[in-house]
């Protein structure tokens, strides 16, 4: 009996999918801020744990699965902040492997924020660790994974190797001081931004799916909606991780520049304007995953608006 080869699915295809079926372009970041976590969380905790560090993992787990219960069919991801786990040392790294493990089986896809990057065997052992090995798809790993492109390609290529998963280069991130290097002025006439965008397009031209968009993405923050609006230009197969919403500064207005004509091309992410959003709510701590469902349903409702004028 002949058997047939079974084709994986592209992580892009998969996210583009789910982001049609739940018609929201958003990622909600599950960024455990030690000192914004509802205190009851913790005080309960302690009542079980050996340590505190135990009892900051038990609580930041308990906390994360009751924002997914809440946001799961309104978001398309959860975006973890490896920091915030690793801060807590063994405790939050569990914490983040079963938070990672429940976002899947809840069905959403999981992009760590780890912004890792080395050359050679170690960059394959970070993608390992964090993406799993090719062709085998724990629950405990990530569906893709922030990168940094300093090092070249042989940083990136063992991050792209798997089809079944993806990752976002960093580009023109959020944050104030990123023009120090990101806006210096190449031979060319380019910014540097714009060079490393011309690389990412070259890396991630052979693992298009049938969208037409990379498994290679970009983060590009949206507190720069010039510089968005110039990348999505230049590369229209490039899809966009767009931090800095909410909080940050970012805007519906900022955002709209990193699609396409079609709506299509970036996903936005909120963490603290969500996952904390009892605080702005007035919600009672109790009642921190309803008021990070309605903060997540105000910012669905709001990028689709300005999406339906593009």
């Not at 806006?183 to 049938?210: C, H």
């Not at 008021?291 to 300005?306: L, Q, S, Y």
Request: proline share 4%; aromatic share 10%.
């Amino acid at each position: 009996m002949m058997t047939g080869v079974v084709k994986v699915k592209l992580f892009i295809d998969r996210l583009i999918d789910e982001i049609r079926r739940k018609e929201s372009h958003i990622c909600v970041g599950l960024d455990p801020h030690p000192d914004l976590v509802p205190s009851f969380l913790i005080d309960q905790a302690l009542k079980e744990a050996m340590d505190h560090s135990e009892a900051w993992g038990k609580a930041i787990l308990t906390f994360n699965k009751k924002i997914i219960d809440q946001v799961a069919d309104i978001t398309v991801a959860v975006k973890p902040q490896i920091a915030f786990y690793e801060l807590i040392g063994s405790h939050g790294i569990t914490a983040l492997r079963e938070t990672i493990k429940y976002a899947r089986k809840k069905g959403l896809l999981v992009i760590l924020d780890a912004k890792r990057n080395d050359i050679g065997s170690t960059a394959q052992a970070y993608a390992r660790a964090y993406l799993g090995f090719e062709g085998q798809q724990e629950l405990s790993t990530a569906d893709a994974i922030t990168i940094n492109p300093y090092l070249g390609f042989d940083g990136i290529k063992p991050f792209i190797k798997d089809p079944a998963k993806g990752a976002f280069a960093l580009l023109r991130t959020s944050n104030s001081t990123a023009a120090e290097i990101q806006d210096l002025r190449l031979e060319d006439g380019r910014r540097v931004f714009q060079a490393v965008g011309d690389l990412i397009n070259k890396w991630g031209s052979s693992i298009r799916g049938e969208n037409g968009f990379s498994n290679l993405g970009a983060v590009v923050g949206a507190t720069y909606p010039k510089e968005l609006h110039l990348l999505r230009e230049q590369l229209p197969y490039c899809f966009f991780l767009i931090p800095g919403y909410g909080v940050q500064g970012g805007k519906p207005g900022d955002v709209v520049y990193g699609f396409n004509a079609d709506g299509t091309g970036a996903l936005v992410n909120s963490a603290r304007g969500i996952i904390f959003a009892y605080r702005d709510l007035q919600f009672p701590e109790e009642e921190y995953a309803l008021a990070a469902r309605t903060a997540a349903v105000k910012m669905r409702d709001e990028i689709n608006e300005v999406l339906s004028y593009k």
